[in-house]
């Protein structure tokens, strides 16, 4: 064939693909506002992770370690493990789309809570797979009973999510055990924990308390189906670096391994989480966790005191159901210079970030309690 003329004619994409909504960043934050849009952790990095980096900026001529095997060995250790059960990815959204691509091609279904993470329709759109949404119960948790009953034939993987995202709400220890008996173990399940960091620094969940949010960590080795996936994204505040982690059986982490992109996490990357990981380090990230869970339980505190109905709240941010009035409450903070995230006509999500940013926060929402709370838990 010849050069062709323009024919006005669209270029031949994946239909599916064409409809997504594009990806649109959360809009910036004016001059002396906060962004609490985002989820992001709003101390500076610290000192010697910013000199990892800088360090590792002498050998971006090249390639980085491809597996990140340091860093999979230092974190194996801390969970019991061998390095073979740690797969290191670009973030953990990366890692959530190799394991729906390992696990689900088209006719394939996947099942989650909704409205959950924003990400999880995408990937399995991506996949060429079927999203499986269940509405979340009335209290914004996830309705883990309907969850199992709506795993078919067609099910590969199932996404729980705790604390979910956007709402803030853990699924507990005891829930998610007997949600693993009622789904058949040859499912792969992925327990998203990115912000399990901020529900372990409200109330350190004794092991073996069957109330406390479930974690993760106590699970591996359990079960043949489970994947836990955590970030230092959020607590540990590496989200420009974009690295996360996955942990569970070999032959599960293998086939997720096989459908990344090579090379995805960068030295600069693994050098800064294996920084965090310093006992010194870690400690003074921790306590910056507590912070920030301690700001977010005063605020909480603050709004129920002003009439708000928030549910449990477990991660770095708030949920507030303002319904219909989703656009204009949003509208009304970010005019006050606060950027949230609204997900219009269900509620918006508020980071907890700046110590500055919860007298704006808490001043603006005072004057807009929502008069009716029906169908709001209490
Ligand atoms: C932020 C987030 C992630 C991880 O993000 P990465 O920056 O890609 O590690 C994963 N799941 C949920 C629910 C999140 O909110």
């Not at 729980?160 to 792969?188: H, I, K």
Request: glycine content about 8%; overall charge negative; some cysteine.
């Amino acid at each position: 064939m010849t050069a062709q003329e323009p024919t006005g004619e669209r270029v031949r994409l994946r239909p599916e693909i064409a409809a997504l909504p594009p990806y649109r960043q959360g809009r910036p934050a004016p001059a002396d506002g906060f962004k609490l849009s985002s989820n992001e952790n709003p101390f500076d990095p610290l000192p010697s992770v910013v000199e990892a980096v800088s360090a590792s900026a002498a050998h971006i001529n090249r390639y980085p370690d491809a597996t990140a095997l340091a860093l999979r060995e230092r974190l194996a250790e801390r969970f019991g493990v061998t390095a073979d059960e740690v797969l290191v990815g670009a973030g953990s959204v990366s890692l959530l789309a190799q394991f729906i691509l390992a696990a689900a091609a088209p006719g394939d279904e996947v099942v989650y809570s909704w409205r959950s993470f924003e990400a999880y329709p995408g990937l399995v759109t991506v996949a060429g797979a079927t999203s499986v949404p269940v509405p979340n119960r009335a209290d914004h948790g996830h309705d883990l009973d309907a969850m199992a009953a709506a795993v078919t034939e067609r099910t590969r993987v199932v996404i729980v999510c705790s604390p979910n995202n956007p709402t803030g709400v853990t699924v507990t220890a005891a829930e998610f055990e007997a949600f693993m008996a009622a789904v058949p173990s040859d499912r792969l399940v992925l327990l998203d924990e990115a912000y399990i960091e901020f529900a372990n620094a409200a109330a350190a969940g004794t092991a073996g308390d069957t109330a406390a949010p479930v974690d993760g960590r106590t699970l591996i080795g359990r079960y043949p189906n489970l994947v836990v996936l955590r970030t230092f994204s959020k607590a540990y505040g590496l989200a420009g670096l974009r690295v996360g982690y996955a942990v569970g059986p070999i032959e599960l982490l293998d086939a997720a391994r096989a459908t990344a992109i090579p090379l995805g996490v960068t030295a600069a990357a693994a050098s800064a989480a294996l920084a965090s990981l310093e006992p010194t380090a870690e400690a003074e990230l921790l306590e910056r966790v507590a912070t920030i869970a301690e700001r977010r339980d005063r605020v909480r505190e603050a709004l129920l005191e002003q009439g708000w109905p928030l549910p449990e709240a477990r991660g770095n941010f708030l949920w507030l159901p303002t319904g219909e009035a989703t656009t204009a409450v949003a509208d009304r903070l970010f005019d006050a210079g606060l950027v949230t995230r609204g997900f219009a006509p269900e509620g918006i999500r508020v980071s907890i970030g700046e110590e500055e940013s919860v007298e704006i926060l808490l001043t603006i929402l005072s004057e807009l309690v929502p008069a009716s709370q029906e169908g709001l838990p209490a």
